[in-house]
């Protein structure tokens, strides 16, 4: 066994001991609660962080396509790896995993892969050449205690959220795979049976007095420890007894009918937040188109003249409208730049007067005024101004 951080003296032993005989926890819980649990999720599918109480976990799911073994060429595999860092607990050494490593990821190997809990024959790609490895890499954050516990329940998030990417399979001989881009094709989650919870009990002094969910100071007290892996159902996958004090079978039995309720709570708990979890990222996935505004163009009006001195504002209007704007009374001037305007085209219009005409000998006068050119301002007059013109000139 590893070496403890933390050795309690035997005051602190007996002040433990004692307060459990009359259900009392220094945590100030009841002896069969858990502490306060929270998952959280990354912003990869496949990653998750498990808090349990102090204890902090995180689980992170990856795939990759190998060849299958002999005697199983239709399954895919699944595999448990466990990260001890020194960050966590200085008793952690860095190198090889030690013997609390590799009990834990035995233990949730045991509970996975025993009870069928994930579909192994849906990773098969092509039977004996092709299958998906999944790998589970659990890194000890911080060590609060009941590190089994909260590990379990961070892979169990983290391959509920994994997607891998979908692959097809094609090519002459059929036996080639094509893995296609996730922005291709929506990647594709794992099949999930159930989730296997793993619950566990810490014994004291003969065994009488059990507690669950236990802390670190009362790992370093406990006399032994057993640890049931049970799903939602009651189904029994898994059970560990890693030596210590030895426990009768009623107890073993009252033991599962504890973890079967706990297990029922924390399913609906990581289901729940894996549905959140899904739902945000549906919702961020969705590609909104902007929404396309007119731009306003401003135009400035133009002004002509009338013959009473007025001046008309003119707009880019239909012909129909402009009708409607030649029976609106017309605009009065309010500033020197109408004023200036004005004058400006009263001189145009002597010079356009002033010229001689180039009609031949003979016309009419009708055809020399149609020959003759006329001003910016004829051109928009109404038709009777015109006429009204025509007859003064005469």
């Known amino acids: 066994m590893m070496d403890q951080r933390w050795r309690p003296t035997v005051n602190e032993r007996e002040f433990i001991e004692h307060a459990l ?13 858990f502490r306060k649990l929270k998952i959280a999720f ?28 002999k005697d199983r060429p239709n399954e895919g595999t699944l595999a448990i790896f466990t990260e001890f860092s020194p960050m966590a607990d200085p008793a952690f050494e860095p190198g090889r995993p030690g013997e609390a490593a590799i009990e834990l990821g035995r233990v949730i190997d045991r509970g996975l892969r025993e009870s069928r809990a994930v579909d192994m024959e849906s990773l098969c790609v092509v039977a004996g050449k092709h299958v998906w490895s999944v790998r589970v890499d659990l890194h000890i954050l911080d060590n609060g205690g009941n590190l089994i516990d909260a590990a379990n329940i961070a892979a169990l998030a983290a391959l509920c959220t994994f997607r891998r990417p979908e692959c097809t399979v094609g090519g002459d001989d059929g036996q080639q795979v094509t893995v296609h881009d996730p922005e291709v094709r929506d990647p594709l989650p794992l099949a999930i049976h159930h989730l296997p919870i793993a619950v566990t009990f810490a014994y004291f002094g003969d065994g009488n007095i059990m507690v669950l969910d236990p802390t670190y100071k009362e790992e370093a007290v406990m006399g032994g420890r057993m640890t049931a892996t049970i799903n939602s159902n009651g189904d029994v996958c898994s059970i560990q007894k890693a030596g210590g004090e030895g426990v009768t079978s009623s107890v073993i039995m009252q033991c599962l009918r504890i973890a079967s309720v706990k297990a029922a709570d924390i399913t609906s708990k990581i289901k729940s937040n894996v549905d959140e979890y899904t739902t945000e990222k549906a919702v961020r996935k969705v590609k909104r188109t902007p929404v396309l505004v007119a731009k306003k163009n401003d ?11 007025a001046l008309e504002s003119q707009t880019s209007k239909t012909p129909n409208d402009a009708q409607d704007t030649s029976k609106d009374p017309p605009a009065k001037p309010n500033d020197k730049r109408h004023e200036d305007a004005k004058s400006r085209l009263s001189e145009s219009n002597l010079d356009v007067e002033s010229m001689p005409n180039s009609g031949i000998a003979g016309e009419s006068d009708e055809a020399k005024e149609s020959v003759s050119p006329k001003s910016l301002k004829d051109a928009v007059k109404p038709k009777h101004k015109r006429k009204k013109k025509q007859h003064g000139k005469s």
Do not use: K
């Open 42 to 69: 990354g912003r990869e599918d496949g990653s998750a962080e498990v808090e349990l109480g102090e204890t902090r976990v995180m689980g992170y799911v990856t795939a990759q396509l190998v060849q299958p073994y």
């Open 299 to 309: 135009v400035p009006d133009i002004t002509m003249e009338s013959n009473d001195g």
């Open 21 to 33: 005989q009359s259900d009392l926890r220094i945590d100030g819980r009841r002896p069969f609660d």
